[in-house]
Each structure stands twice: as structure tokens, then as C-alpha cells.
């Protein structure tokens, strides 16, 4: 599989909001509150209001994201992200990152497929293209490293 | 990205069933009536009742929205949905297939996201499906 680097997006959360016990698993929404993206054509910020990712963990132990964020270019085109992923690993992994530790992202599945939507013609390639990317949960928020499927 | 190979996926579909210009663009839906999967850790039959809905952007692509039950050659039965972009003007069909099954040997497929390149041949729609490491 090809694929070349679109961006880098480091997002930046507020406190999560606990939902807990649903039906499908267990459900825990994270809050945006801003972040930066930046990549070979392409950078800007990500709103900081609006956006969050809605984590459930399932009951095979891995933990469903669907995360939801606006895009702002440093020329103020906006840009709707929708991005699903997958994020398990050993367990000692799993609650050190829960316990906010810095922990070596090789050592964990932490996977989105996301997705772009623009009015924007300069960026209307966004709304053609396939991309995965892969993620680190640092302390502070995630960060992915998002390439666009050649 | 690392990737390693999953699957190639082809497909034997029916003859299109267009439903026409609908609120989101136009809709075509391709019927799945079978078909096979093959690939080192799992192989075997599409079976008949799924079907991929395409819906026209107004930009010339098409959105894919594609769901087919698959039975493994060992009696598994695997629930596969993917989402992809198809854009006839470069050359381009991509999905994003997803994976449910009970079956405990392919729950490693419950646990990894994939990529599938596509091909519309003579005989079928081909997807060629990678895993992303």
C-alpha cells in the first residue's frame, strides 16, 4: 500500500465527560479543546468549541473512537474531520496511558481512518482521497500522523 | 504505513438497481449475489444478499457504502462494511472494510482497521485488502 504524509494533527482535549454504562460498552466522550495541524500542503488549528471524540470500549477491550473536529488553514478555509479508529494493547499499556504516562506509541494499535470534508476548491482534494493515520496518546491529547492513501 | 496483505475480495454483482436523484445525490445500488475471499489467514464465500450503495457526488466521485456477509471455508460467518471513494477520472477506488465476527479464530479481524484498493473488472468488482499495521 502507498501512501504519502498529509498531515500531522496534534489535538489538544478538555476533561472527559464519563457517561459509562451503555448498551453497547462503555462510553466516554473527550472534548476538543483546540490543537494544530501541519503538513506538506497544508497547516492551521483545529477549533477549539464543538468538537470531541466519543470513545466506547467495547467488550473485547478495545476502545471505538469517533472523533469530530473543525479545521481552520492558515487561510481560513474550514475543514470538516470525521474520524473513526480502533486503539487496544496489553493491559499494563492500556493504564499507564490511562494514568496520563508517556508511553511508546509502537507498543499499542492506535489506528483512525479519517475523513475530510471541504467547500474550499484549493483544498477540494481533501474530499477525494482515502487517508489512514496513526496515533499517539500523549498526556496533553492525541496526536496523529495522517497519510493519504496513493 | 505499514500494511500487509488481508484479502482480494471479488465480487459477483447483479444487474444495477437505479434508484435515481435523491436528496443526497444519485443513488445506484450494485446487489452482491456472491463471490470469494482469499488471503493467507482466512478464505472462502460471499455469500448472497448484500450489496454496495453508491451515491454520486456532485463533483464528479462516488461515495461507497458496501455491506456483504462472508462465510470462511471453516463455516465462519464474518459481517464486512466498508465505506470508500471512487473517482473514475484518476483512477481511483479506495475503501475503508470493517470487520464483525464471533468466531473466536478471526477475532483478530474485530481488532484492526483496512484498506482496500479496488478494481472494476470485466467480471466483478476486485478489492485487494491490506491490513494497517
Given at each position: 500500500?502507498?501512501?504519502?504524509?498529509?498531515?500531522?494533527?496534534?489535538?489538544?482535549?478538555?476533561?472527559?465527560?464519563?457517561?459509562?454504562a451503555v448498551?453497547?460498552?462503555?462510553?466516554?466522550?473527550?472534548?476538543?479543546?483546540?490543537?494544530?495541524?501541519?503538513?506538506?500542503?497544508?497547516?492551521?488549528?483545529?477549533?477549539?468549541?464543538?468538537?470531541?471524540?466519543?470513545?466506547?470500549?467495547?467488550?473485547?477491550?478495545?476502545?471505538?473512537?469517533?472523533?469530530?473536529?473543525?479545521?481552520?488553514?492558515?487561510?481560513g478555509?474550514?475543514?470538516s474531520?470525521?474520524s473513526?479508529?480502533?486503539?487496544?494493547?496489553?493491559?499494563?499499556?492500556?493504564?499507564?496511558?490511562?494514568?496520563?504516562?508517556?508511553?511508546?506509541?509502537?507498543?499499542?494499535?492506535?489506528?483512525?481512518?479519517?475523513?475530510?470534508?471541504?467547500?474550499?476548491?484549493?483544498y477540494?482534494?481533501?474530499?477525494?482521497?482515502?487517508?489512514?493515520?496513526?496515533g499517539?496518546?500523549?498526556?496533553?491529547?492525541?496526536?496523529?500522523?495522517?497519510?493519504?492513501?496513493? | 504505513?505499514?500494511?500487509?496483505?488481508?484479502?482480494?475480495?471479488?465480487?459477483?454483482t447483479?444487474?444495477?438497481?437505479?434508484?435515481?436523484?435523491?436528496?443526497?445525490?444519485?443513488?445506484?445500488?450494485f446487489?452482491?449475489?456472491?463471490?470469494?475471499f482469499?488471503?493467507?489467514?482466512?478464505?472462502?464465500?460471499?455469500?448472497?444478499?448484500?450489496?454496495?450503495?453508491?451515491?454520486?457526488?456532485?463533483?464528479?466521485?462516488?461515495?461507497?457504502?458496501?455491506?456483504?456477509?462472508?462465510?470462511?471455508?471453516?463455516?465462519?460467518?464474518?459481517?464486512?462494511?466498508?465505506?470508500?471513494?471512487?473517482?473514475?477520472?484518476?483512477?481511483?477506488?479506495?475503501?475503508?472494510?470493517?470487520?464483525?465476527?464471533?468466531?473466536?479464530?478471526?477475532?483478530f479481524?474485530?481488532?484492526?482497521?483496512?484498506?482496500?484498493?479496488?478494481?472494476?473488472?470485466?467480471?466483478?468488482?476486485?478489492?485487494?485488502?491490506?491490513?494497517?499495521?
Amino acid at each position: 500500500m502507498n501512501t504519502r504524509l498529509l498531515m500531522m494533527l496534534s489535538v489538544k482535549v478538555a476533561p472527559a465527560q464519563n457517561i459509562g454504562a451503555v448498551p453497547l460498552g462503555t462510553r466516554r466522550t473527550v472534548p476538543l479543546s483546540g490543537g494544530t495541524f501541519e503538513g506538506p500542503r497544508l497547516r492551521g488549528s483545529v477549533l477549539p468549541s464543538g468538537g470531541a471524540d466519543w470513545l466506547l470500549l467495547r467488550a473485547d477491550g478495545v476502545l471505538e473512537l469517533d472523533l469530530r473536529a473543525t479545521l481552520r488553514t492558515d487561510d481560513g478555509a474550514l475543514i470538516s474531520l470525521r474520524s473513526f479508529g480502533l486503539r487496544h494493547g496489553p493491559p499494563e499499556v492500556i493504564a499507564a496511558i490511562g494514568r496520563g504516562e508517556a508511553v511508546d506509541p509502537a507498543t499499542y494499535y492506535f489506528r483512525t481512518w479519517p475523513r475530510f470534508e471541504t467547500a474550499y476548491p484549493a483544498y477540494a482534494f481533501l474530499n477525494r482521497l482515502i487517508a489512514v493515520a496513526s496515533g499517539d496518546r500523549r498526556a496533553d491529547g492525541p496526536v496523529y500522523t495522517i497519510y493519504e492513501v496513493l | 504505513m505499514e500494511s500487509r496483505p488481508l484479502m482480494v475480495l471479488r465480487l459477483v454483482t447483479s444487474a444495477i438497481e437505479e434508484v435515481g436523484s435523491t436528496p443526497r445525490g444519485g443513488l445506484s445500488i450494485f446487489p452482491v449475489i456472491g463471490g470469494s475471499f482469499e488471503g493467507a489467514r482466512l478464505r472462502g464465500k460471499v455469500l448472497a444478499g448484500g450489496g454496495d450503495w453508491v451515491t454520486a457526488n456532485t463533483d464528479g466521485t462516488f461515495v461507497l457504502d458496501l455491506r456483504v456477509t462472508l462465510e470462511t471455508d471453516d463455516g465462519a460467518l464474518i459481517h464486512m462494511a466498508f465505506t470508500g471513494i471512487r473517482d473514475d477520472v484518476n483512477h481511483y477506488l479506495r475503501t475503508l472494510p470493517r470487520f464483525e465476527t464471533a468466531a473466536p479464530k478471526y477475532a483478530f479481524l474485530n481488532r484492526l482497521l483496512a484498506v482496500g484498493i479496488g478494481e472494476i473488472q470485466p467480471d466483478g468488482p476486485v478489492h485487494v485488502t491490506e491490513e494497517i499495521l
